[in-house]
T-cell receptor, first 114, second 116 residues
């Protein structure tokens, strides 16, 4: 089945640091990748949708300059949390899909900002 | 505004019995629904989906039922097995399985525990 790899799985860093999270589709070409955020005991909330070679589409309330998304190839998308602060601590998870397929998810990244 | 709701945060079922997980939605534009299963420290795994043109879809031990008039769907697992213990998320989208799968709205999840 479709495999999506997300790295790193856990990050702890100081406030003000920028953190980059990678999302790779390992055995298929992902026409679209998605980035979600999940707070404890809440549902996955879509942050942005990215298509290879074009700018990401951000959901309402998500700061574009805070959460930089790059989708340079059909198998790789990155999310950079710039100048991270404690309120950015959360579980970030990506998904990817090829046409006519459901979204397949990575294992997520737990981000803790001290 | 929670458009997709899973009102039961947890459910406990005896092994071999039927597990029924429920999901309600409010947006009448939703026409494609999915169930995902999530183990701790792993990403959600796609289980089964249903389009609004159907009221039932079955795949092995998993069956999803859709009641459009009630804006309700349910996932039935029978017989339940210990490996089914996980968090189950329902998700919904508009614009059908192709375009609609571009944007999913998730419920809060239900933690299913299968007791031996």
């Amino acid at each position: 089945g479709a495999v999506v790899s997300q790295h790193p799985s856990w990050v702890i860093c100081k406030s003000g640091t920028s953190v980059k999270i990678e999302c790779r589709s390992l055995d298929f070409q992902a026409t679209t990748m998605f980035w979600y955020r999940q707070f404890p005991k809440q549902s996955l909330m879509l942050m942005a949708t990215s298509n290879e070679g074009s700018k990401a589409t951000y959901e309402q309330g998500v700061e574009k300059d805070k959460f930089l998304i790059n989708h340079a190839s059909l198998t790789l998308s990155t999310l950079t949390v710039t100048s991270a602060h404690p309120e950015d601590s959360s579980f970030y998870i990506c998904s990817a899909r090829d046409e006519n397929q459901p979204q397949h998810f990575g294992d997520g990244t737990r981000l803790s900002i001290l | 505004d929670q458009q997709v709701k899973q009102n039961s945060p947890s459910l406990s079922v005896q092994e071999g019995r039927i597990s029924i997980l429920n999901c309600d939605y409010t947006n009448s534009m939703f026409d494609y629904f999915l169930w995902y299963k999530k183990y701790p420290a792993e990403g959600p795994t796609f289980l089964i989906s249903i389009s609004s043109i159907k009221d039932k879809n079955e795949d092995g031990r998993f069956t999803v039922f859709l009641n459009k008039s009630a804006k309700h769907l349910s996932l039935h697992i029978v017989p339940s097995q210990p490996g089914d213990s996980a968090v189950y998320f329902c998700a919904a989208s508009a614009l059908g399985p192709i375009q609609g799968a571009q944007k999913l709205v998730f419920g809060q999840g239900t933690r299913l525990t299968i007791n031996p």
